[in-house]
């Protein structure tokens, strides 16, 4: 067949915090390179700079002639501007977030979670009116749905989502290891100490920090938790206080040595789409502490130590567990992680691309 041109919506990469939906857009964007029978054409708003490393797209942008929270309530109460008004005749439409694009085209539309129909008190009540409206058109417009993570299809299917248009499509993980001397560079840039424990992540309610904060707390004998990510927004257990540093944003080469030189890396989220930061951490063969009954379980792939997010006092046991079977998790977690790929998720989101048309 011919060359698919597929509009590819990129406008997250220009969010105050791009996060996991920037990341993993990012990354499949790469690896589709390999496949000449397919053009992506990233699609934003109209942005007068590239948005900042790492965050800059691999791919050609076309610019709507407008961006942010007015292009989204275009899309979503008018169904204006049309993709097409940037890139011209397409033959898919991708929509790489929850908030689906109009199109002409065959769409398809990227949900990473939906966690705000668990927890909507964790999001603005802004955002859960713009995320409920979204579903309902993702629901009535979209040709193919891909998720992360069968928790998500889960939900999809909850919300009235059928499921012949539902694809599973996990995402991969970077492999590049860090050696000893990324792990002391990072060590003396940060000032850390031998021993720590790590979060990594935007700090925002649903991430539990202020819950991982709580079980450590019980240990008897701490260690420093390093938190590493953008500031959220909310009542998120991101404010200073003795026992944790927080660093903000750190940049990929500076994360792969504070992975690879922590104790444990705990994340006891209460929801996610899929949980990179785990893969993540198990490239780096970190031992891991996640949640029970989640997405990440999933991502974890039986490598990790599991626990009750809900319960502070199983997060610690959950931790002491993994401190003691560090060099086992550490084994399980590497062969785990080398099993994901976004040359994978690249070859999935093509056959879904091939499938609508």
């Known amino acids: 067949m011919d060359r698919m041109r597929v509009a590819y919506t990129l406008e997250q990469c220009w969010h105050r915090v791009p996060g996991g939906t920037a990341v993993t857009a990012l990354r499949v964007a790469e690896a589709m390179g390999a496949h000449r029978d397919v053009e992506l054409i990233g699609v934003a708003g109209a942005h007068p700079r590239p948005p900042r490393e790492p965050w800059v797209p691999p791919i050609h942008v076309a610019h709507l002639p407008v961006a942010g929270g007015f292009m989204y309530e275009g899309w979503l109460r008018a169904q204006w501007p049309r993709v097409e008004w940037a890139t011209g005749k397409i033959d898919i439409a991708h929509a790489t977030t929850l908030i689906p694009c109009p199109t002409d085209a065959k769409l398809v539309v990227t949900v990473h979670d939906l966690a705000f129909v668990h927890n909507p008190s964790q999001f603005t009540r802004h955002g859960v009116r ?142 996610e789409g899929f949980g990179l930061p785990v893969l993540e951490a198990m490239v780096q063969g970190t031992a891991v502490v996640t949640s029970r009954g989640t997405a990440t379980e999933e991502a974890a792939g039986g490598a990790a130590v599991l626990v009750d997010p809900a319960d502070p006092a199983d997060i610690a046991r959950g931790i002491s567990d993994a401190q003691r079977r560090r060099a086992e998790l550490s084994v399980a977690g590497r062969i785990h992680a080398q099993r994901q790929s976004w040359a994978t998720s690249a070859d999935l989101t093509r056959a879904a691309y091939l499938e609508v048309l």
């Open 130 to 271: 713009v995320f409920n409206r979204s579903v309902r058109h993702v629901r009535s417009r979209a040709d193919l749905v891909l998720c992360c993570s069968q928790a998500t299809m889960d939900d999809c299917l909850v919300a009235g989502i059928d499921a012949e248009r539902l694809r599973l499509i996990p995402w991969g993980v970077e492999i590049d290891r860090a050696s000893a001397a990324d792990v002391q560079r990072v060590r003396d840039h940060y000032e850390l100490p031998e021993q720590y424990l790590l979060f990594v992540g935007t700090v925002e309610p649903r991430k539990n920090l202020k819950g991982l904060i709580a079980a450590i707390e019980l240990l008897p004998d701490p260690p420093l938790l390093v938190v590493a990510g953008a500031p959220g927004w909310g009542d998120a257990g991101g404010e200073p206080r003795e026992g944790v540093k927080f660093l903000g944003f750190v940049p990929d080469d500076d994360l792969r040595g504070l992975y690879a030189g922590a104790e444990v890396f705990c994340y006891p989220s209460t929801r």
